[in-house]
């Protein structure tokens, strides 16, 4: 039987295996994994911590022994060292032993790996990133002994932590070199969460740059070019992740924006029968017509379904991303798709950008509340190119964004939102849905 | 100033003032209303009975002095009782006294009327319909002195009102002729609405056609001929509405569908200068490729915000309705867009349609609920015609029916909402939203 072999058990390589098996059952398919968690949800990590899951184990989008029924050989605790796409040869490490893997197609899924800041004290104990199941435990392990915690970084995996911390009743302080929090959304919006994080007692330093961290009378302290010193017990490094592209580049693979691998839209690398998918890639970015850096759990799964099917004779094309996003913080849902004012202005486009504060169902119903659109359209075309939403965590924001990614996904105009036939009873909606009455307000905007 | 008459107060008729007078400031714009209850939500009624809308006041979508502020002339209490195309007038009668409107331009906007079945005792005192204010109050005047109700149909707006009058711990019978409720969705989902019913208290009769109503120590008593006589001290008919076309017929234009009244994609009647929309007339259908009479509170604003505008010079066009519907019923919502299964296979398409049952969102998150849905899709195009899908009140239902709309409009494969780059957070999807595991589901379906 030929053989496929996938390095990397997480969203990317588990979606990959189980595409190509579906795929083309003739196929054995072994996946190479770094630690022993296949497919866990990394996404969870934060609700693990928090308390709201309250079994590690539920984090498993599916039990090994599904992986194992729908034909996936799992080699856990197993590190890729060395690729030869010459000889078709991935060298490995497990328990101290080398051994040679060949293969006939191979699908490369390493995923990401935490920023970790050239910082003075950045290794100290009680430091920690958050990004695998060890990860996890440690800070896990620690937290009884825990009441004070600062978060360097206040993207939405900080923002969560900030959230989950909180839940904990510890004491919890976010530290963010940016002005504000959350600069995936507009300045204004990320304000908005500033103001949910402190409405829930975290402090907050934006504008505050780490500049080292310093070990004293049992505590940490972090200080910052903007504040004073932070004490905590535990310090947790949020400021994002980089591909982990090194048994690629080992395997003679180009590397792009942010060092990440070079793909097609097939997931191709460009080296005979090697394929790559998920957070170590470059990402198809539609809006742009360029790659980009975007790694997501939600992008990881759709690239492994196209690389995994295209390894073993399949022709799927990764249809590309629009850095649609949605998160949690206490109370409330922030979402986006798509792209933000700047940057379409950036791209080339003329964009024109309108906003609407509008309930997201009838008032008349009860528990109606307000929720804050943005829209970004092209002035020259009409079409839609953005959107950005915050409201309550039960104002259906998530699904909100997603009409809007799905019409950016059909090209649609800002005014073909009005045409779209959506769902309307009072206690979900108005007989205009709040995506509607803000396409509406955009047309009627200057410009 | 040229002048636009409009007859009706209600969402058409509205929506088509207000565009109009956006699109053409100086046209000045009257609208002639029967009641006094101008742009009053008429979908607000069941939740102004259960008494979750305190205010009847509430309903109103706008007050009277902002449609005034818009520059709309509001004649209340005024019905239209004839119409001369000839000579651009239409005869109004208000407070027993008769006069002309002269207009330029017309749109007819006058809804729909409830179907009164032509049942011996159906004008019984106590016997209700539920479609304007007046019989709003009427009902609710009542209340107070009813312990039981009867409501013959159960349609969405039936089961709505049994869960309103359950809500005002009434005793709740519902008497549907068909074999099961909510017909606008497949029968084994309508029988998952009839358990919510029967499990909220109501007592559900289907299968059972009412054959006559009775007045007996007073009480009424519906005679059906599948079931023991249902005594009650209301009795409400929500058996469906067919279109008020009369002022329409009286001026000579041309009906359709039920009686409704033909009109193009520009809302033109094809009698020079008479516009009309919503309710009363026949709704185009993009997926059948006809029109049909689908009266929905959404087409009517979406066809007003058309025929004002055109009726003032402007080019605008009907998208058309796929007859997307949301209803919640205790704490279900069931939500349908475009074709069931045997719809389209009426229609010549060679459907497939696939099921599945899924979390709404990662089950290690707290609160996930299981979601059932069903895509149908066409076999040769591959091409999604419809979905159903039903769950719980908080499972983002409505938004997520809305992603399969926006598909559908823009004439997405099923293989496509794959490609959909949709927002993800453990509290509200997984990394596939459940829109894309059933289409993943349809795929695989064999056929």
Chains 1, 2 share one sequence.
């Not at 990133?129 to 004070?148: I, K, W």
């Not at 769902?423 to 803000?438: G, I, L």
């Amino acid at each position: 039987m030929p053989h496929l072999l996938i390095v990397g058990g997480s969203d990317a390589g588990i979606a990959a295996g189980l595409a190509a098996r579906q795929h083309d059952p003739d196929w054995d398919a072994t996946i190479v994994l770094a630690d022993r968690y296949p497919n866990f949800s990394i996404c969870g990590l934060p609700f693990y911590l928090s308390g709201e899951t309250r079994d590690w184990r539920a984090l498993a989008h599916r039990g090994t022994s599904e992986l194992t029924a729908a034909g996936l050989d799992l080699a856990v605790d197993t590190i890729a060292i060395d690729l030869d796409p010459h000889v078709h040869r991935v060298t490995v490490a497990h328990d101290g032993q080398c051994r040679e893997i060949g293969y006939d197609q191979l699908v490369i899924a390493t995923g990401a790996k935490p920023v970790r800041p050239a910082l003075p004290g950045i290794d100290l104990e009680g430091v920690h990133t958050l990004h695998t199941m060890a990860d996890a435990f440690a800070v896990h392990e620690r937290l009884p002994e825990v009441a004070r915690v600062a978060i360097v970084g206040a993207g939405y995996i900080g923002c969560e932590l900030a959230d989950a911390f909180t839940r904990r009743d510890l004491d919890v302080t976010v530290i963010e070199a940016l002005p504000d929090v959350l600069t995936t959304v507009d300045r204004d919006l990320g304000s908005r969460v500033r103001q949910e994080l402190t409405d829930h007692g975290v402090r907050v330093l934006a504008g505050s740059a780490v500049t080292e961290i310093r070990s004293r009378d049992h505590l940490l302290h972090v200080c910052t070019d903007g504040a004073a010193d932070v004490a905590a017990d535990l310090v947790i490094i949020a400021v994002g992740v980089a591909p982990n592209s090194a048994i690629g580049r080992r395997g003679g693979l180009a590397t792009g924006v942010r060092g990440a691998l070079v793909v097609d839209r097939r997931m191709a690398t460009g080296v005979p029968d090697v394929w790559a998918a998920g957070d170590c890639v470059e990402t198809w970015l539609p809006l742009l017509q360029r790659p980009g850096y975007l790694p997501l759990g939600t992008t990881a799964h759709k690239q492994g379904r196209v690389a995994g099917p295209n390894a073993v004779g399949g022709a799927r094309e990764f249809a590309g991303s629009l850095g649609t996003q949605v998160v949690q913080v206490f109370d409330l849902a922030i979402a986006c798709t798509g792209l933000r004012h700047d940057e379409a202005e950036q791209a080339g486009y003329r964009p024109k950008t309108a906003d609407i504060i509008v309930d997201d169902h009838k008032a008349y119903y009860p528990n109606a509340t307000p929720i804050t659109l943005r829209v970004t359209g092209d002035r020259d075309t009409g079409r839609l190119l953005g959107a950005q939403i915050l409201g309550h965590r039960t104002a259906q924001v998530a699904k909100r964004i997603d009409i809007y990614a799905t019409a950016i996904h059909s090209k649609l105009a800002v005014d073909a939102v009005n045409d779209l036939d959506l769902s309307y009873t009072p206690p979900y909606s108005s007989p205009w849905d709040p995506v509607q009455v803000a396409a509406q307000r955009w047309l009627e905007a200057a410009g």
